[in-house]
């Protein structure tokens, strides 16, 4: 099995910074793609960021400029830094993972347990 555990949410005023963190344990053979997603009630989970194994990097819109995702492959670690933050930034903010147990087996997807962000207006 393969967890993942979200730190660094809080509460923030408008036009503040928080950095997410998601570090993976268990056993883990490989992990291939990483994202944050958030969530709000009633609403769908969205992807806020991702990067690939290889580094490659996306962001949705309401991110991209405002926020940075970082991995690191030996550690198993994500982050994710948020800069300017907007009361519509509010939100459950999950670590999400493709990870193997074995050189043999498929890639699934993990999630952790999700964080709170809350940006006061």
């Known amino acids: 099995q393969v967890q993942l555990v979200e730190s660094g949410g809080g509460l923030v005023q408008a036009g503040g910074s928080l950095r997410l963190s998601c570090a993976a344990s268990?056993?883990?053979?490989?992990?291939?793609?990483m994202a944050w997603y958030r969530q709000t009630p009633g609403k769908q989970r969205e992807l806020v960021a991702s990067?690939?194994?290889?580094?490659?990097?996306n962001y949705a819109d309401s991110a991209r400029g405002r926020f940075a995702i970082s991995r690191d492959l030996f550690k198993n670690t994500m982050s994710l830094q948020m800069h300017s933050l907007k009361a519509e930034d509010t939100a459950v903010y999950y670590c999400?993972?493709?990870?193997?147990?074995?050189?043999?087996?498929?890639?699934?997807?993990?999630w952790g347990q999700g964080t709170q962000v809350t940006v006061s207006s």
């Open positions: 999400n993972a493709q990870a193997s147990v074995s050189a043999w087996g498929t890639f699934l997807p993990y």
């Open positions: 990067v690939t194994r290889g580094g490659e990097i």
């Open positions: 268990g056993d883990i053979f490989m992990i291939n793609d």
